[in-house]
């Protein structure tokens, strides 16, 4: 597969410094890398406001606006590029205060071109780790992660409960049925349920189980009648409309913007 192009943008009130990092990379990248120069941090400030960039190269001191007012101005950026710093030897002050702001590592003037290639690849492989997860975090039922957050403070009982719906949710299961085989009354084990998992026991299968069908769609080729008898849904019918009613979208639709969205990372 191709590799999809990285944006960089270098910013050194330097010159030698500014071009030479542009060619450096432009030469290794293979076509690879966009490469584009700021001299100052009112004109970095200004190219980050009009476009999107993977990783940012900054020195640490800028005239305007220096290089630790650019990182701080990007901290409300719904995608913040990678940070690495530039600095001297005299300025590693500057440097400590970008690692705490965010950069990801730093080189030191003369700049030695293979630390900076590896440099870059790492913070450019951070990047896409740091994208990967933000899609991946919207994968999650955010309910199920609530639940599974508190699994020290549940009660034997909802634990036995929840690890049996985790091995058995292609099976038809009952609030009764669970009960039953905790030996618990009906009516008893449904309010300990919800009070203790926020939910209840129906909404709780039933989010368990369009979580395993969205697992099922992004990691098997399996149609989507044959993922409905796997989690628990007797027709596919019910099932796609049970999984539009929780992702507003089809089960065919959801594999492919995930499979799309995953794509980009690249």
């Not at 630790?68 to 002050?93: C, K, N, Q, T, W």
């Not at 639940?147 to 634990?159: C, E, G, T």
Request: net charge negative; with cysteine.
């Amino acid at each position: 597969m191709e590799l999809a192009v990285k944006t960089i943008l270098v910013v050194d009130d330097e010159p030698r410094t500014r071009q030479g990092i542009k060619q450096a990379l432009e030469a290794s990248g293979s076509g690879n890398y966009w490469v584009e120069t700021a001299e100052n941090g009112v004109e970095a400030l200004d190219k980050l406001q009009q476009q999107s960039f993977h990783l940012l190269i900054t020195d640490v001191r800028l005239p305007e606006i220096s290089g630790l007012d650019l990182i701080r101005s990007m901290e409300g950026y719904a995608r913040r590029p990678v940070i690495v710093v530039i600095s001297g030897y005299a300025e590693f002050d500057y440097v400590q205060q970008a690692l705490r702001l965010g950069a990801v590592n730093y080189l030191l003037k003369p700049i030695d071109k293979q630390e900076l290639l590896k440099a870059v690849s790492e913070a450019l492989r951070l990047e896409e780790e740091r994208q990967l997860h933000e899609k991946l975090e919207k994968f999650v039922d955010p309910a199920l992660l609530k639940v599974d957050s508190r699994q020290a403070a549940l009660s034997q009982p909802v634990k036995e409960a929840l690890d049996y719906l985790n091995k058995h949710m292609h099976e038809p299961v009952t609030m009764a049925d669970m009960a039953g085989r905790l030996h618990l009354n009906a009516s008893y084990f449904s309010v300990l349920f919800k009070e203790q998992t926020g939910m209840a026991f129906s909404e709780y299968i039933c989010r368990l189980r369009i979580q395993r069908a969205k697992e099922l769609l992004l990691q098997t080729r399996l149609s989507v009648a044959e993922i409905a008898d796997r989690v628990g849904y007797r027709t596919d019918k019910y099932f796609i409309k049970v999984f539009k009613d929780l992702e507003a979208v089809s089960p065919s639709r959801y594999r492919q913007q995930m499979a799309d969205s995953l794509e980009e990372i690249q």
